[in-house]
């Protein structure tokens, strides 16, 4: 396609950081450089994650169309160093809660997007050939930014030592319903079929979801702990 | 320590390594579609520019009833050509024409193949600037072919909302080519000679049997030219094992010698031929004179259909060499198959035309009496240049070989006898021999602008000729520098890339949704911390 197409699509992955870096506390208390520490956090992270990966499981040649159920679990299990990553993020921001998880989600989807989505929106969008898979990936960086700042809010929720011990599982079960969610979507693609445009409508749904769930839990977490005061954290 | 320090290394290596592959690999698995496609025939004459000059096609795809044309890659299949509607296409500046052709030639009907040799004749008439191609309709091509038929029915969508779904929904194709303009090629004709000398005499009379065996077609890739002179080249061959057998026979004293003469360029004006006969004429070796002494030239050029024709520039007098020739091959025609007729056609040199008509006319113009054999009435007969020329009738080509070779021999023997065959029941020409050689020209490569002096056609035939006939040799005909009579070109074959693409007013629908999309995103920001406070607010109502 044309330059035009890769400018949409740059529009649609990018625009949104814009206005969620601009219309939050992240502009306001010039959050600039934590957020940059925190995508310096997610490339340490996913260099760790790889070398793990590469030291410890092997690959295996999985026939096209089969999927290497081990292989699979193992990429799940180490996802879980993304919620190290976060954690590490938000024990190190000093600074109010709200914007610690701010910090945390927006600077890490922000690496995310930079690392994992430019260079084949670049490359891609401006090809000759058109795929729809170039504006999936574009909204996808979009639920990928709700969904950072969502675990970001949920380790927060975690690392609280005033948090009823009550929703401690919830908080975890959805902490790992997120951290798994990629792995999930892609068994739903290598074994249902499902069309790349169902598996995003689906990530869409969970992401609301859990969304849903999360701010239901923080703002209980904020009448609980009265110390802190109003709410208002975007 | 050093081994954990190796591992740790070459882990890193490999997250690198799949760091790189993740980067490079994720847009380069694009589906393009990829196509062997064939340019149209590109060749300087005499002078003048021939067939497609062009071989540029970075062009949309659209069906041949498109309203634009202009800039655009018509796909074609073969029920859709015709004469006026390549001249109308041409006329409106299509950037480039492909053209899906049928891998399996026989499933056409002799309709579609009689309008096919009509437009190739036409599309060979002269130079075109758009760049022609030929491909064979594979599926992944002709589903393209279908999409793009049905993306111009939905132009006339019924409601503006269908048009607008259309738009997303429809997809078009950009058929891209990477090759570089079209260079000048080594160009090169060959000559492949040889010589049957009669025992015993010093100075014989001779005469010479002619065939081009270069193929032609509108794309020099796709030429299988069976008949048109395969069929020729296979009887010249059969001639020249029969005719060695008669001259070592003991008690046989032929009084000729015979030449042998297989030429390229056969619809180049018979160039190589031309240029081998003028070097023979000029210089003074000893073929001068073996072919001042040459009686007869006959050519042999598409024998293997149905009908046999001797082509002659004027009608052969009594006592002369073409009336000899004419009687010999008459009186095997009687002895042999009675039911066929030879048809004596005359046709005068045109000396206005540059091109020649019949391979004999250049024998002609040097004063040499000489003549061509062939199925075809007319040197204009359609069908004479075609691409789809795939088969012969072995019958048939039996039947001719059998006729000319007894006629040749009856020719060379001076038996005034009309009740015996010269060549008996043990001298017939093989028909499996015949079918091989035919077969094994029609699937080798062998246009004359594709030819070098190793390819396997020329070196079979100069082998198979070394066999029957002596002093075998190959000349190369090299296009001169300075003031080349022919030349040829490259870039006869490529890869022609389909990619998928959508109309550029889709971007722009695209730029429209995006912008909602990213307002609603702004208004939603926006209203998140409101929200969230009124959530906050009723909650803790309940709570206390």
Redesign the interface.
């Known amino acids: 396609?044309?330059l035009?197409?890769f400018?949409?699509c740059f529009?649609?992955a990018y625009?949104?950081y814009l206005?969620?870096y601009k219309?939050?506390k992240l502009s306001e208390y010039s959050s600039f450089w934590p957020c940059v520490k925190a995508g310096g956090v997610y490339l340490l992270t996913q260099?760790c994650k790889?070398?793990i990966?590469?030291?410890f499981f092997p690959t295996y040649e999985v026939p096209l169309g089969k999927i290497d159920l081990h292989g699979e679990l193992m990429k799940g299990a180490v996802e879980l160093f993304d919620l190290i990553g976060l954690f590490v993020i938000i024990s190190q921001q000093i600074g109010r809660g709200d914007l610690k998880i701010l910090v945390a989600g927006v600077g890490w989807a922000m690496a995310e997007l930079i690392s994992m989505r430019l260079?084949?929106l670049w490359?891609?969008a401006r090809?000759?050939?058109?795929?729809w898979k170039y504006?999936q990936l574009s909204f996808e960086a979009?639920i990928s930014l709700a969904h950072h700042i969502i675990m970001a809010m949920l380790i927060w929720m975690w690392t609280r030592n005033n948090i009823e011990k009550s929703v401690l599982p919830l908080i975890i079960s959805l902490l790992l319903l997120c951290s798994s969610k990629q792995t999930l979507l892609e068994l739903l693609g290598t074994l249902f079929h499902f069309s790349s445009f169902g598996i995003l409508s689906i990530n869409v749904m969970v992401t609301l979801l859990v969304g849903l769930v999360a701010?239901h839990l923080y703002?209980?977490l904020?009448?609980h702990d009265n110390s802190w005061g109003?709410?208002?954290?975007? | 320590m050093l081994e954990t320090l190796n591992d740790f290394t070459r882990s890193l290596g490999s997250v690198w390594g799949l760091f790189s592959i993740l980067v490079v690999c994720a847009p380069a698995a694009l589906a393009v579609h990829e196509f062997t496609a064939y340019r149209m025939n590109q060749y300087t004459l005499t002078g003048s520019d021939y067939g497609c000059k062009s071989n540029m096609v970075n062009f949309e795809a659209r069906a041949v009833n498109a309203n634009i044309v202009t800039r655009r890659c018509v796909l074609m299949s073969m029920g859709e050509i015709s004469v006026d509607r390549m001249k109308e296409l041409i006329e409106n500046k299509a950037g480039s024409i492909l053209i899906a052709i049928p891998e399996d030639p026989s499933s056409l009907t002799k309709d579609e193949i009689e309008n096919w040799n009509e437009v190739e004749e036409v599309l060979m008439e002269q130079a075109i600037d758009t760049s022609v191609y030929f491909t064979y309709q594979k599926p992944e091509l002709m589903s393209i072919y279908h999409e793009v038929r049905t993306a111009l029915n939905s132009d006339h969508a019924a409601t503006a909302a269908a048009a607008l779904g259309n738009v997303f929904h429809s997809n078009g194709y950009q058929i891209v080519t990477y090759g570089a303009a079209p260079a000048p090629a080594k160009s090169s004709l060959y000559t492949i000679q040889g010589k049957m000398l009669s025992q015993g005499r010093e100075t014989n009379p001779s005469i010479a049997i002619v065939a081009h065996f270069d193929s032609y077609g509108i794309a020099p890739h796709l030429a299988k030219s069976a008949n048109g002179n395969g069929s020729g080249v296979a009887a010249l061959l059969e001639i020249a094992r029969l005719l060695s057998k008669l001259y070592s026979k003991s008690g046989n004293t032929p009084k000729y010698d015979v030449l042998f003469l297989l030429s390229s360029g056969g619809k180049l004006n018979y160039l190589a031929s031309k240029t081998w006969l003028e070097k023979k004429l000029s210089s003074d070796s000893l073929e001068t004179v073996l072919l001042n002494e040459v009686e007869f030239v006959l050519c042999l050029d598409g024998i293997g259909k149905d009908g046999l024709n001797l082509h002659v520039s004027k009608q052969p007098k009594e006592g002369t060499a073409a009336h000899k020739m004419l009687t010999a091959i008459e009186e095997a025609v009687a002895l042999l198959n009675p039911n066929i007729s030879v048809n004596t056609v005359p046709k005068k040199v045109n000396l206005g035309n540059p091109l020649f008509a019949w391979h004999h006319e250049i024998f002609t113009v040097k004063r040499l009496s000489a003549a061509t054999i062939s199925n075809f009435p007319a040197h204009n007969s359609l069908g004479r240049l075609n691409t789809f020329d795939t088969s012969v009738d072995v019958d048939k080509l039996y039947t001719h070989t059998h006729i000319i070779a007894e006629g040749i021999a009856r020719y060379i023997s001076d038996l005034s006898d009309k009740s015996v065959t010269i060549l008996d029941d043990y001298l017939v020409p093989n028909r499996a021999l015949l079918s091989r050689t035919v077969e094994f020209l029609s699937s080798t490569q062998r246009a004359a602008t594709l030819l070098q002096r190793d390819s396997p056609v020329i070196l079979h035939l100069e082998q198979t000729l070394s066999k029957y006939a002596s002093e075998v040799m190959v000349s190369e005909l090299k296009a001169s520098k300075r003031d080349p009579e022919f030349q040829f070109y490259d870039q006869s074959e490529t890869k022609l890339f389909a990619y998928n693409v959508k109309p550029a007013v889709f971007d722009l629908f695209l730029a429209i949704a995006v912008i909602a999309y990213l307002g609603t995103v702004y208004l939603c920001v926006k209203s998140i911390p409101h929200a969230m406070t009124y959530l906050y607010q009723m909650k803790k109502l309940k709570s206390s």
């Open positions: 396609m044309t035009f197409h400018g949409n529009a649609l625009f949104p206005i969620v219309n939050s260099l790889m070398i990966l590469a030291t260079l084949p490359v891609g090809g000759i050939e058109f795929s504006i979009n701010t703002i209980n904020c009448i109003n709410p208002k954290y975007l």
